[in-house]
Structure formats: structure tokens, C-alpha cells
């Protein structure tokens, strides 16, 4: 009788052990998990998706252009979409969005065909550009075909400096201004080259992001 007793006190003994030791696993378990969650940090999200946040009296931008003559151009501002093809205000040849330099308030957003289209209305477009404003472009298929020398001319006058070697198909995006005084540091151009594009016919998709001084008074 006395064994089978110490035998039972044994058994729960090491049942009681057995559950503790579970159960103190299960809450280390928890208690971890919850600290995890406690000291876990997601990385910081900066205005359009940029990479670093921008200083003060700064605006951020990002820009991509098309992809072949499928998926339209890119233009963010200030963490606001000026132009993509899901908003669908964008087309073949070169897209535009306008700013104000001061307040980064959107001015305007247009595209302009320089494959079948006619550079005459863009270039009075460029003219009416009012000094201090932020000029973003990016081509989508074709941008390239359709501009002379006065259309390159006064692109040139915003600040680019690829704008002289755009070509068929070339993919470029750009960040300039009206009134500026140097060349634009925000410009990126991919040439048209069969040995060398990832699509039949056209380059890779370029893309850029940066942030743009405020204006001054």
C-alpha cells in the first residue's frame, strides 16, 4: 500500500513538474512574441516613397518613365500623384506636370505627342511657363520624333542638358524649372539601343527621386 501510495505521489509529482514546465514555456513563448511586437519598428515611409526624408523648404518628388508603350509614366510630387496611368492623364510623347515653386500647389498636367502629334502646341506650352514654377517630364514611348530645335531649346532653358541627345524612343525623365539659373542636377536618360534594351523595341524603365528646393523670395 505504502508503494503504491509513493508510486502516485511520484506520478503527480511529475505530472504537476510536467505542467509547469509547459505551461512556463508556453507564457516565455508569449511573453517574447510580445516583446517583439513591443520593440518591433517598421521603417519610415517618406513622401513618394523616397528613399531619405527631404530637409525643411524642401519638395519631395519621384518620377519613373513609361515602360515601352504599355505601362504609362510616373510623376509624384509632395506624396500626391500628379500623373500615372491609373489617374489616366497621361499619353505617348512627353508628360508634363507643373508646380508652384513656392507652395508645390499643381498647376497643370498635360502630354504632348511627338510621334503623331505636332510640337507647335507644346512649344507654346514652354513659353507660357511662368518664372518660379517646378517643371517634372517624363516620355512614355515615343517622346523624341516630333521636337526641333526651338522645342529643345527652351527644355534647355529649364535646366536639361540630355535634352539636346533625346532620340527615338529614349526614355528620360527630368525636374527643372522656369527662371533657372544652372543646370538641373535631377535628370536621368536611358538612350534607345537594341543590343542593349530590356523590351523589343525600348530601353528600361529610368527612374529618379530628389528633393527640390523651395522657392525663395
Known amino acids: ?103 508645390g500647389e499643381v498647376l497643370d498636367t498635360k502630354y504632348f505627342d511627338m510621334w503623331g502629334g505636332d510640337v507647335e502646341p507644346f512649344i507654346e506650352f514652354l513659353k507660357a511657363i511662368q518664372d518660379g514654377t517646378i517643371v517634372l517630364m517624363g516620355t512614355y514611348d515615343d517622346g523624341a520624333t516630333k521636337l526641333n530645335d526651338e522645342a529643345r531649346r527652351l527644355i534647355a532653358e529649364l535646366g536639361s542638358t540630355s535634352i539636346t541627345n533625346l532620340g527615338f524612343r529614349d526614355n528620360w525623365v527630368f525636374c527643372g524649372g522656369k527662371g533657372i539659373k544652372t543646370k538641373s542636377p535631377f535628370e536621368q536618360h536611358i538612350k534607345n539601343n537594341k543590343d542593349t534594351n530590356k523590351y523589343e523595341g525600348w530601353p528600361e524603365v529610368v527612374e529618379m527621386e530628389g528633393c527640390i528646393p523651395q522657392k525663395q523670395d
Open 1 to 103: 500500500m505504502r508503494v503504491a501510495g509513493a508510486a502516485k505521489l511520484v506520478v503527480a509529482v511529475a505530472v504537476f513538474l510536467l505542467t509547469f514546465y509547459v505551461i512556463s514555456q508556453v507564457f516565455e513563448i508569449k511573453m517574447d512574441a510580445s516583446l517583439g511586437n513591443l520593440f518591433a519598428t517598421k521603417p519610415p515611409r517618406y513622401k513618394c516613397g523616397i528613399s531619405k526624408a527631404c530637409p525643411e523648404k524642401h519638395f519631395a518628388f519621384k518620377m519613373a518613365s513609361g515602360a515601352a508603350n504599355v505601362v504609362g509614366p510616373k510623376i509624384c510630387l509632395e506624396d500626391n500623384v500628379l500623373m500615372s496611368g491609373v489617374k489616366n492623364n497621361v499619353g505617348r510623347g512627353i508628360n508634363v506636370a507643373l508646380a508652384n515653386g513656392k507652395t
